[in-house]
């Protein structure tokens, strides 16, 4: 029997890989563990939360002794490690939030598997989500980041990232821990924390809200339906070779503005509202320091290698997401007031 830790489970896209875990996988005893920052949201996990196979953990992944004893009690033999601080802006104004959960925490990780698998490696997976932003930005439009990219973070999220991708070959080359990392292109899809693009877009739309771009809204950025980024990294745990990295994404750029006229165009028709209402809102603000101007994945690697690509093309994953915000208002409504936070208790606490 395999027993997962999955960090960061309750978030955006952990959710979606705890969901497909728990269901693709039942002989797996799934660990969904969680330190529920304002990301980590129960209620993405509330389809799956009464699974034999699904257990839910809170715990720090900056607390080494209690991820020592978490190692400890449960035996993990695989972890599935996203947990993050995971927003740009929020890394700009607080950088050492990022150090401390993407950096330390990451080392904490690493620390706890060595230890608890010394001697015993045979079979054993740690695999760190990571992200294309260790790579820079790229300005030729015929450039792509490859996995032989030379890092170049220039936010403190992705140097935190970078820092943390690093750590993991360095447990690789150093200890022999069996590690495997991706870099992966910007997600959308359910259950997306309205601070983002994409969802940010569609709270404002819906309640007629202004639309903030930033700059001139020329930034691109390569969207992947966050289910399929769960379903490569079901491929990459299972298949991916030990050491390795592989690059994940849509070959799918979009300029920022031309996707807000997208998502206009798209909830316009939704909401019945005449065509052109929602382009009205859109307002053009001061720029995000050193905002990266383009991140593009070339995927070949995982494509060819694994077999892996996506599945769904963008008009449906937008139309799907979309589709899931409106039928969703809840989720929506007890993100934004603050509802969310009190799932916990109402649940587990005292449990
Ligand atoms: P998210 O912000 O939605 O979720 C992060 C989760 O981690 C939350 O549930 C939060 O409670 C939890 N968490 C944060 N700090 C923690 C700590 N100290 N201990 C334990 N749990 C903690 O993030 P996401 O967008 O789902 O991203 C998940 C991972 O994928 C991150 O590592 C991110 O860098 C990476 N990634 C994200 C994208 C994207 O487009 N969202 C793309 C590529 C890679
Ligand atoms: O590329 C992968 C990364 O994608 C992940 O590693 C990060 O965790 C994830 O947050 C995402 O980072 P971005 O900074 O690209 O995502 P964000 O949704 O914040 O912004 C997308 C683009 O839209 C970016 O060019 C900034 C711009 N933007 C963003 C917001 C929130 C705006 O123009 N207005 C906004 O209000």
Same mark, same amino acid.
Request: aromatic residues 12%.
């Given at each position: #029997?395999?027993?997962?830790?999955?960090?960061?489970?309750?978030?955006?896209?952990?959710?979606?890989?705890?969901?497909?875990?728990?269901?693709?996988?039942?002989?797996?005893?799934?660990?969904?563990?969680?330190?529920?920052?304002? +990301?980590?949201?129960?209620?993405?996990?509330?389809?799956?939360?009464?699974?034999?196979?699904?257990?839910?953990?809170?715990?720090? $992944?900056?607390?080494?002794?209690?991820?020592?004893?978490?190692?400890?009690?449960?035996?993990?033999?695989?972890?599935?490690?996203?947990?993050?601080?995971?927003?740009?802006?929020?890394?700009?104004?607080?950088?050492?939030?990022?150090?401390?959960?993407?950096?330390?925490?990451?080392?904490?990780?690493?620390? /706890? /598997?060595?230890?608890?698998?010394?001697?015993? #490696?045979?079979? =054993?997976?740690?695999?760190?989500?990571?992200?294309?932003?260790?790579?820079?930005?790229?300005?030729?439009?015929?450039?792509?980041?490859?996995?032989?990219?030379?890092?170049?973070?220039?936010?403190?999220?992705? +140097?935190?990232?970078?820092?943390?991708?690093?750590?993991?070959?360095?447990?690789?080359?150093?200890?022999?821990?069996?590690?495997?990392?991706?870099?992966?292109?910007?997600?959308?899809?359910?259950?997306?924390?309205?601070?983002?693009?994409?969802?940010?877009? $569609?709270?404002?739309?819906?309640?007629?809200?202004?639309?903030?771009?930033?700059?001139?809204?020329?930034?691109?950025?390569?969207?992947?339906?966050?289910?399929?980024? /769960?379903?490569?990294?079901?491929?990459?745990?299972?298949?991916?070779?030990?050491?390795?990295?592989?690059?994940?994404?849509?070959?799918?750029?979009?300029?920022?503005?031309?996707?807000?006229?997208?998502?206009?165009?798209?909830?316009?028709?939704?909401?019945?509202?005449?065509?052109?209402?929602?382009?009205?809102? $859109?307002?053009?603000?001061?720029?995000?320091?050193?905002?990266?101007?383009?991140?593009?994945?070339?995927?070949?690697?995982? #494509?060819?290698?694994?077999?892996?690509?996506?599945?769904?093309?963008?008009?449906?994953?937008?139309? =799907?997401?979309?589709?899931?915000?409106?039928?969703?208002?809840?989720?929506?409504?007890?993100?934004?007031?603050?509802?969310?936070?009190?799932?916990?208790?109402?649940?587990?606490?005292?449990?």
């Amino acid at each position: #029997m395999k027993k997962l830790v999955i960090t960061g489970g309750a978030g955006f896209i952990g959710s979606h890989v705890v969901r497909l875990f728990v269901n693709k996988y039942p002989d797996y005893q799934i660990y969904n563990l969680d330190a529920l920052t304002y +990301a980590g949201n129960l209620a993405n996990n509330e389809d799956v939360a009464s699974a034999p196979n699904y257990h839910f953990i809170k715990a720090d $992944i900056t607390d080494a002794e209690h991820i020592d004893a978490l190692f400890a009690e449960h035996q993990f033999d695989g972890v599935l490690h996203l947990a993050a601080e995971s927003h740009v802006d929020r890394s700009i104004t607080d950088p050492l939030a990022f150090v401390r959960t993407n950096v330390i925490g990451t080392v904490n990780l690493l620390q /706890a /598997a060595k230890k608890h698998w010394a001697g015993k #490696m045979e079979g =054993k997976r740690f695999y760190h989500i990571s992200t294309d932003e260790v790579y820079g930005e790229l300005h030729d439009p015929k450039e792509f980041f490859l996995e032989t990219t030379s890092y170049d973070p220039r936010s403190p999220y992705s +140097a935190s990232k970078a820092s943390s991708d690093h750590f993991v070959r360095a447990y690789h080359e150093t200890y022999g821990l069996p590690t495997v990392i991706t870099n992966c292109s910007n997600n959308y899809g359910p259950n997306h924390f309205p601070e983002k693009l994409i969802p940010l877009m $569609i709270h404002n739309i819906i309640h007629h809200k202004p639309l903030p771009v930033y700059g001139k809204g020329e930034n691109v950025r390569d969207w992947l339906f966050v289910i399929d980024h /769960a379903r490569a990294i079901d491929t990459v745990f299972h298949d991916g070779k030990i050491g390795e990295t592989y690059n994940i994404g849509g070959f799918n750029e979009w300029k920022n503005i031309d996707l807000v006229h997208l998502l206009c165009k798209i909830m316009d028709e939704k909401l019945g509202r005449p065509a052109g209402t929602s382009v009205q809102l $859109i307002t053009y603000v001061t720029d995000r320091a050193g905002h990266d101007l383009r991140y593009a994945i070339d995927a070949n690697k995982i #494509m060819k290698e694994l077999g892996w690509e996506p599945s769904l093309q963008f008009a449906e994953g937008l139309e =799907k997401t979309v589709n899931w915000y409106l039928e969703n208002e809840k989720w929506l409504n007890d993100v934004t007031s603050g509802d969310y936070q009190k799932y916990y208790e109402k649940n587990y606490a005292g449990r």
